[in-house]
């Protein structure tokens, strides 16, 4: 075996309440491909973090040839070596290529200003860029830069600080095939000139053609590794998944009423070479899975007409809805309660009550004055029947916990006529008890009638909440399952782009 | 809400007290009926630029679009003898249109406030110059307007007309910002555009409405400070109103970052101006100290009302913490973790039940 370069053993890392990491080892060989995988949330981005010096561990030793850190600096794992190419790529854009590979450690020109040396910097990159095949010179302006482009000056960056282990998160996320076939050689280069890589990848297919070791992340604990000649899709999704989900189901009162929401060939902006076709009935709760930034925000986000449809059609109840803006999609009862609550949802600083009417203010007017015994009404009607917890209406939304701020913002829907309603990750960040109002709530709504599409990268709550499950990949729908398929292994594997296996092959 | 009011009130009252004390002739009739009339000419535009700050805007135009309006609105009535109602309402909707075309360039075609008011500063100052050839524009010695310069520049039972026109028209726009659902649609548009238009909210159209109704009060002022002067020299007309107007709002209580203030507040901002440099007057300051004591004052008023407000925000989180203790930390903690650790950590909250 080749000569260990670093090696992290026993690496916990727990914030309060949440263990993000749990006794993890690993270990990088001079000049290998280490893949690392694991589903949304396993761990893989919080070890990297620790790896390069961002966050401290809690416990564990980190040991790069030889010497030992509890923690790291930054300045210290750049020092040993390590380098980051970013998922969001870090770059300046208003800079050139010579200067963002430099930045913070630029060349000095001599004399008494310490100017920098732009003519310096410039020639010592030329030769990296050579070396990596990059068709841009060292002042070019990165605004210029395509994504792939912009990923190898990262890398150029990695190799003028001498890089010996190179660390890339999801580095093909944005590229087209033969982009990433250019960094699969890239890596190759790079491993035969004695770089370490660290592969973090959902692209099983890369993880394949690159790796020559792939280590395995569940619930922030290594389960698992595999040797080259281990390696294939199965044993991979295997390892990932593996947790006994809870049973959070309840199933609707009633069948799926016909009618609902068709979405049909629909393009948005985010994948504009994929179209999107998927229904959802009234009174059936739809689990949107995939993998984040498979494109189900996305899909919403066009839905309620945030971002502009490129193409394809909306139906609701078989008649096509046009959804210019937000406007006409809550007036076709189509509302979103959307990811980031505290930015999309809520207006922070304004009261519960205000909040709760902000987008059906005009029904508590008349001539357009507030009528303000009917506002109270009706704000304190959903504080009732969400249970939001606060001492009075008038208190601003910036002070409830989470899980009340996303009850208000169901309330701004409730208190209206839903037909249609998405919700983007609408337990993220919300204690176990007001989790589970949510899912009740949901669960009422659909037997009403109401059309629930929720997205969920929370593999118990989609398996445990939806009545079927469509899973999303790179742009467009890669599956629909029914309840008798419903597993952590079928969802991953349409997730990650695989086809379903057959009944016979899985049960052999 | 009130509180600011309350304290901004109480600052006037006690400066104009200690004023008084000083040279009762503060405190004379004539000169508060002089004051009354000049907080009036500053107050009705300062209520636009309020609006505007509202938003999380700001209009530089004001000074440039009251010299343009200006020269037109006097051309108008001399050279060209048009009844004065039509001229009036020429001028109105001059300044509508303008608040309508800043208002368009900013939320339709994304521009910056600062840069389209900015522009607008310097395009209206000049076409006022290239129209008149920088000569001096007034009324000759005929009643071309006198009902309108009547009203404009009257009074009712001593009290200046301008005054009464700032009071019905701070009624007006009060119980549209604090009573009417579009007051609310601002408000939220200020403090979080992007949560206003997830809730249908037309943020753009709400926007830009605010400019428009800043133009049509400019409009007003434009005239109401022509019968002030009698007459409008464009290259000084109106000069620096526009910031005399930011001022009363910020000293009112309005944030350039949006979604704070109040009408009231606006009012008694134009009012604690005016004061203030009546009492540089008044005490025999040196006149040329005036803008510097406004400054003085402005910046010590809104550094008291930030430490005043994060006092109040601190003892809010205590109490708040206090009421739902259990709870809010549990869930404090784990948005720690996902700020922490973000794009690695969605599903972790799900994990532990």
């Known amino acids: 075996m080749a000569e260990t370069l670093l090696e992290l053993s026993g690496i916990s890392k727990t914030y309060p309440g949440v263990r993000a990491l749990d006794d993890v080892n690993l270990r990088v060989c001079r000049g290998e491909v280490l893949g690392l995988i694991g589903e949304n949330g396993a761990g893989k981005s919080t070890l990297m973090r620790v790896l390069a010096g961002v966050i401290a561990p809690s416990a564990g030793v980190i040991r790069i040839g030889g010497t030992e850190h509890a923690r790291m600096t930054v300045n210290e794992a750049t020092l040993a070596g390590i380098a980051f190419v970013h998922q969001e790529l870090n770059l300046f854009e208003n800079l050139d290529v010579a200067a963002n590979v430099f930045i913070g450690r630029e060349k000095l020109a001599g004399g008494p200003l310490k100017l920098v040396d732009n003519a310096e910097m410039r020639a010592r990159v030329t030769p990296l860029l050579e070396r990596l095949g990059a068709d841009f010179t060292p002042s070019t302006l990165v605004d210029n830069l395509s994504i792939a482009e912009r990923q190898m000056v990262e890398i150029a960056k990695a190799l003028s600080i001498d890089a010996r282990v190179i660390i890339m998160d999801e580095p093909t996320s944005s590229l087209t095939i033969s982009e990433t076939e250019r960094l699969l050689e890239v890596i190759a280069d790079l491993k035969a000139h004695g770089i370490s890589v660290i592969y973090i990848s959902h692209r099983l297919g890369e993880i394949m053609s690159c790796a020559d070791r792939v280590v395995v992340l569940r619930d922030g604990r290594t389960v698992g590794e595999l040797a080259r000649d281990e390696l294939s899709h199965a044993a991979m999704i295997r390892l990932m998944i593996g947790r006994d989900l809870k049973a959070l189901y309840t199933p609707p009162a009633h069948t799926p009423q016909p009618g609902g929401c068709d979405i049909a060939g629909v393009v948005t902006t985010a994948f504009p070479d994929r179209q999107i076709d998927l229904s959802v009935r009234r009174g059936e709760i739809l689990g949107l899975a995939g993998l984040v930034g498979a494109g189900r925000t996305s899909l919403a986000r066009a839905v309620f007409g945030i971002d502009p449809l490129l193409g394809g059609e909306i139906r609701i109840d078989n008649a096509p809805v046009g959804v210019a803006s937000p406007r006409d999609a809550i007036r076709q009862g189509i509302y979103l309660v959307p990811e980031d609550r505290k930015k999309s949802g809520l207006v922070l600083e304004l009261p519960i009550r205000e909040n709760v009417t902000l987008a059906s203010l005009l029904d508590y007017a008349r001539m357009w004055l507030v009528n303000g015994s009917a506002e109270r009404k009706i704000a304190k009607d959903q504080a009732r029947r969400l249970s939001i917890k606060a001492p009075s209406i008038d208190i601003e939304a910036v002070t409830l916990s989470g899980g009340n701020q996303q009850k208000v913002v169901l309330g701004k829907w409730l208190s209206m006529q839903p037909r249609v309603m998405f919700f983007d990750e609408p337990t993220r960040g919300i204690d176990v008890g007001a989790k589970s109002e949510i899912y009740a709530l949901m669960r009422s709504l659909a037997d009403q009638g109401v059309a629930i599409v929720m997205i969920s990268s929370d593999m118990e709550e989609v398996i445990g909440v939806s009545d079927r499950v469509a899973v999303m990949h790179e742009g467009s729908v890669s599956g629909v399952l029914e309840r008798d398929q419903f597993s952590e292994y079928n969802v991953l594997r349409l997730a990650v782009g695989q086809a379903l296996e057959t009944m016979e092959a899985a049960a052999s | ?353």
């Not at chain 2, 206090?322 to 709870?327: F, I, L, S």
Request: proline share 3%; net charge positive; hydrophobic share 50%.
């Open chain 2, 1 to 353: 809400m009130m509180k600011k009011e309350l304290g901004l009130f109480l600052l006037l009252a006690v400066i104009s007290a200690v004023t008084g004390a000083i040279n009762p002739a503060f405190l004379s009739f004539v000169n508060l009926l002089n004051m009354a009339n000049l907080i009036g000419l500053f107050g009705v535009f300062a209520l636009g630029e309020g609006l505007v700050i509202i938003t999380g805007g700001i209009d530089l135009s004001l000074g440039s679009m009251f010299a343009l309006l200006g020269v037109v609105f006097i051309d108008l009535l001399t050279t060209y003898q048009v009844p004065w109602p039509f001229a009036l309402l020429l001028v109105l909707m001059g300044g509508l249109a303008l608040g309508g075309i800043q208002g368009f360039l900013i939320t339709r075609l994304k521009m910056q406030p600062f840069i389209v008011t900015l522009c607008g500063l310097l395009i209206y100052r000049g076409a006022a110059r290239y129209y008149t050839s920088d000569s001096t524009r007034g009324f000759g010695y005929g009643d071309e307007a006198s009902t309108l310069s009547n009203i404009a520049s009257g009074n009712v039972a001593g009290i200046p007309n301008t005054f009464i026109f700032l009071i019905i028209l701070a009624v007006i726009l009060g119980v549209l910002l604090h009573r009417s659902v579009y007051g609310r649609w601002l408000y939220a548009v200020g403090k979080n555009e992007e949560a206003a238009r997830f809730s249908g909210i037309r943020t753009n159209l709400v926007i830009a409405t605010a400019y428009v109704i800043s133009g049509g009060l400019a409009g007003v002022s434009t005239v109401l400070f022509v019968f002030y002067t009698n007459s409008v020299s464009p290259s000084s007309f109106g000069n620096f109103y526009e910031l005399y107007a930011i001022a009363a709002a910020v000293l009112g209580g309005c944030s350039l970052r949006g979604g704070e203030g109040s009408i009231l507040g606006i009012v008694l901002g134009t009012a604690l101006l005016q004061v203030l440099q009546n009492l540089v007057n008044i005490l025999g300051i040196p006149n040329s100290l005036n803008f510097a004591v406004m400054g003085t004052v402005i910046l010590i008023g809104v550094l008291a009302d930030q430490q005043l407000q994060a006092r109040r925000r601190r003892k809010a989180a205590l109490a708040g913490l206090a009421r739902t203790a259990p709870k809010s930390k549990e869930n404090t903690r784990l948005q720690n973790a996902s700020a922490h650790g973000a794009a690695a950590l969605p599903t972790t909250t799900g994990d532990q039940a």
